[in-house]
């Protein structure tokens, strides 16, 4: 199998193809992908406005899906690469799943889950920030200042 496959970049990349689906759908720009055994089964991207659901983040979809995919609540020996920084809400779904690695592009500093607990994602057995970081961080500007 292809390294570059299997590589962060590479799912890094997925997710931010989730993200412009909502940057398309007038959505914040977040996205995506969960991987278990390097297969990617599931992919989701904000869609607070278009389902007039706060609680509509790519995460917790995402989570949702793969939680179904895989017939359990819980999401031991899985990934999730998202392109934004999770909030604390999203982190906090992120640990109660048992998600293995955390994987995100570009840091929140108003929202992100680490203002608020950095030691939240305790049980995680791997965070990895800032993949991808200037890619994603670019289509959140865009869509801000689209907004403007």
Do not use: W
Request: with cysteine.
């Amino acid at each position: 199998m292809n390294k570059e496959f299997l590589s962060d970049e590479f799912y890094m990349k997925e997710a931010i193809k989730e993200a412009q689906k909502a940057f398309y759908k007038d959505e914040v720009p977040v996205g995506a992908v969960i991987v278990s055994e390097n297969q990617i089964i599931a992919r989701a991207h904000n869609q607070v406005e278009s389902l007039n659901d706060v609680t509509a983040h790519a995460e917790i979809l995402a989570i949702t899906a793969a939680e179904n995919h895989l017939g359990s609540k819980f999401l031991i020996n899985c990934s999730i690469y998202v392109s934004l920084e999770p909030c604390i809400m999203c982190a906090g779904a992120i640990e109660l799943s048992r998600l293995s690695k955390l994987v995100f592009g570009a840091r929140d500093p108003g929202k992100g889950y680490q203002k608020y607990s950095g030691d939240l994602l305790k049980t995680m057995t791997l965070i990895v920030p800032g993949i991808l970081e200037k890619e994603s961080s670019s289509l959140l500007k865009s869509y801000f200042q689209k907004k403007r």
